[in-house]
């Protein structure tokens, strides 16, 4: 038998296995792995607070972070790298999105979803523009254009265009 598994020119019979729950423990061990500080490589800094996370997670969930983080390899002896949000992301915005990048749930309420849909437009954070519509929709259960002007939502936002049909 060859190294590549075939048998006098015929292909041995393969077999896949594929893991329903591999994903989601990788990703509770990387939230554990954060909230105890381990493996952590970059900190981000959300209006002055300090938040420890892992580049891979955050570059693979957001394109802001990944291109912030483009270039930065984090080769020994390298200071830590830190990243400093701009003002329009907030901390009551920036916290779900964070928690949603390593847990894959997004915890929305009526005092934090203006604040985590600007955030994730800012960011480049999607896939979240149903859950937002539908945690708006359950909140002022008729009319969505009336739930977008009654957080204060732009017609403007990406996340948002959706929304106001």
Do not use: W
């Not at 203006?114 to 945690?135: K, P, Y």
């Not at 359950?138 to 254009?145: I, T």
């Amino acid at each position: 038998m060859s190294a590549g598994g075939e048998r006098g020119g015929e292909a041995a019979p393969l077999y896949v296995y594929e893991s329903k729950v591999h994903c989601a423990n990788v990703l509770l061990s990387l939230e554990e792995q954060r909230r105890q500080g381990i493996l952590c490589d970059v900190t981000v800094l959300v209006e002055g607070r300090e938040v420890r996370a892992h580049r891979a997670v955050l570059a693979a969930s957001s394109r802001y972070f990944l291109q912030a983080l483009l270039g930065h390899n984090g080769t020994a002896g390298e200071a830590e790298l830190i990243i400093n949000l701009p003002d329009k992301v907030t901390a009551k915005g920036f916290a779900p999105l964070l928690q949603f990048a390593y847990t894959a749930k997004l915890v929305l309420s009526q005092e934090n979803i203006h604040e985590v849909i600007l955030c994730a437009d800012f960011l480049g954070v999607h896939n979240l523009e149903d859950s937002c519509f539908r945690f708006l929709q359950a909140q002022l259960q008729n009319d969505s254009q009336h739930a977008i002007n009654a957080v204060g939502l732009d017609q403007g936002s990406s996340v948002c265009r959706g929304l106001a049909m």
